[in-house]
Nanobody, 123 residues
């Protein structure tokens, strides 16, 4: 399983970014997918996750209403649309995958991780 995250960059507060995570070496439709992030000096935390079917999206309270997770099975790609970004969203964003199961906010529940993409939000 390989996960390649991209789409990070520098954006001003209230701006938008769209992250992508290209998956390979796996049957994409069998995997629950998720996003986590790690801010400087902080532990990695859950952001969002989506079930194999594309339903049951879940979000951390801090991003609810601003971020939208989606997946494209034909492209075997996971997305995270981030709107109304805030400086506190600055972090390295990681995509993750787990074989089956519902979205789970615990890092221990995820078997596969991408390399991360840096999002910097300036005030």
């Amino acid at each position: 399983v390989q996960l390649q995250a991209s789409g990070g960059g520098l954006v001003q507060a209230a701006g938008s970014l769209r992250l992508s995570c290209a998956a390979s070496g796996m049957t994409f439709s069998r995997y629950t997918m998720g996003w986590f992030r790690q801010a400087p000096g902080k532990e990695r935390e859950f952001v969002s996750a989506i079930s194999r079917s594309g339903g049951h999206p879940s979000y951390a309270d801090s991003v609810k209403g601003r971020f939208t997770i989606s997946r494209d099975s034909a492209k075997t790609t996971l997305f995270l649309q981030m709107n109304n970004l805030k400086p506190e969203d600055t972090a390295v964003y990681y995509c993750a995958a787990r074989n089956g199961g519902l979205p789970d906010s615990r890092q221990s529940a995820w078997a596969y991780w991408g390399q991360g993409t840096l999002v910097t939000v300036s005030s």
